[in-house]
């Protein structure tokens, strides 16, 4: 039975990701801010004790630490960095309004960072045993369209694109450091979701994405280590 962690794993496409991956049979190690969430606690308590839920805030590098020192011994098939966060403006519901120039607030930037950066940075550093002992070996980190440069004709967003183009820039150093351990490490854009931080205007059903972000997963080479990839499979610019 392959063990997969997912981060992010309460709500949105975080929780998807449990319950798809639950209903295949498969090892989830489900963390999240808050383990009581609702449809979190429903289907561990259906799943014959196959998900287990555990606390994290990925912005607490010791709490990260500590887990890692829990879970050691399991190997990690996929670890799954699906946490993120807009920060305090809002994109379902200002869109593109949202983060503005001459708007700008530090504080919360760098908290953008800690969580979208360093968070997927440090779960991979800590998690690194987990993953090269198991037979996927696979790390992957939801970043997002809006950290492409090429893509980026419209501006505004400040924070959250640069925290996406630096978990891009992570992820692809990361491909190439992990490549000697066998770990492929890529980031993966989601497709513009339905969930609170996509708003209800987005196209992408949870489901649909998930579903697909699972196939492209399950389908991955060594030479896809450092691609960034949509959903569906296609290939992102940069
Ligand atoms: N939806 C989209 O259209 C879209 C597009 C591109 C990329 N993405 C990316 O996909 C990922 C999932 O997004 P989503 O749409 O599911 O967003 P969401 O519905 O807003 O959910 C965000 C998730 O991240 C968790 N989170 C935030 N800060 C955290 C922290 N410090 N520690 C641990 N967990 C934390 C939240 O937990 P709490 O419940 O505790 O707040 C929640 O589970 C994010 O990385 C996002 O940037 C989404």
Wanted: proline letters at 5%; aromatic letters at 6%; one cysteine or more.
């Amino acid at each position: 039975m392959p063990t997969v962690l997912i981060t992010g794993a309460g709500r949105g496409l975080g929780l998807e990701f449990v319950r798809q991956y639950a209903a295949d049979g498969w090892r989830v190690l489900a963390c999240a801010r808050d383990p009581g969430a609702a449809g979190l606690v429903e289907i561990a308590a259906k799943s014959e004790g196959r998900v287990t839920t555990h606390a994290l805030d990925v912005g607490d590098h010791a709490a990260i630490e500590a887990l890692a020192g829990e879970l050691d011994g399991t190997a990690i098939d996929v670890l799954l960095n699906v946490a993120g966060t807009m920060g305090a403006d809002s994109f379902a519901s200002r869109g593109m309004g949202a983060q503005r120039f001459g708007r700008s607030d530090y504080d919360d930037w760098l908290q953008t960072f800690r969580v979208n950066v360093f968070g997927p940075m440090k779960m991979a550093e800590a998690f690194l045993p987990h993953v090269a002992a198991s037979a996927g070996k696979t790390i992957v980190t939801l970043t997002s369209v809006v950290g492409s440069m090429a893509s980026n004709l419209i501006g505004g967003l400040y924070a959250y694109r640069s925290s996406k183009a630096a978990a891009n820039a992570v992820m692809k150093s990361m491909s190439v450091d992990l490549k000697r351990h066998g770990i492929i490490a890529l980031p993966m854009h989601p497709g513009w979701a339905k969930t609170d931080m996509g708003g209800p205007k987005a196209p992408v059903e949870p489901v649909e994405s998930v579903a697909g972000m699972r196939r492209v997963i399950a389908a991955l080479a060594p030479e896809d280590a450092g691609r960034f990839l949509q959903y569906d499979g296609t290939e992102l610019p940069w």
